[in-house]
């Protein structure tokens, strides 16, 4: 199983990009689906989650300016992200829980950060 983020890039301030994040292999089911990201010097933060019922949650720095969403059809989570800010700037990390055929239960499985810089 993997996850392949994508859609990252160089935006001045109050520029969108859209991330998205699609996991693929021996795919049974996926629960949780979520962006976190990492800021020069910083802990990985909690960005956005989704449940597979739809049910989000954000850290309140980018509450009315991101939307997390996923389409189950095609194992794919995406963030929009608007309004973006050059404290938005962090390499993003795309994770999920995945079920996946042979495994007993969900794991949580990462792909590989894209890099968002904000700048003017």
């Known amino acids: 199983v993997q996850l392949q983020a994508s859609g990252g890039g160089s935006v001045q301030p109050g520029g969108s990009l859209r991330l998205p994040c699609a996991a693929s292999?021996?795919?049974?089911?996926?629960?949780?689906m979520g962006w976190y990201r990492q800021a020069p010097g910083n802990q990985r933060e909690l960005v956005a989650g989704?449940?597979?019922?739809?049910?989000?949650n954000y850290a309140d720095s980018v509450k009315g300016r991101f939307t997390i969403s996923r389409d189950n059809a095609k194992n794919t989570v995406y963030l929009q992200m608007n309004s973006l800010k050059p404290e938005d700037t962090a390499v993003y990390y795309c994770?999920?829980?995945?079920?996946?055929?042979?495994?007993?239960?969900?794991?949580?499985?990462w792909g590989r950060g894209t890099l968002v810089t904000v700048s003017s």
């Open positions: 994770n999920a829980d995945i079920w996946s055929y042979g495994s007993n239960w969900y794991q949580r499985s």
């Open positions: 292999g021996s795919i049974r089911s996926i629960n949780d």
């Open positions: 989704v449940s597979s019922g739809g049910r989000t």
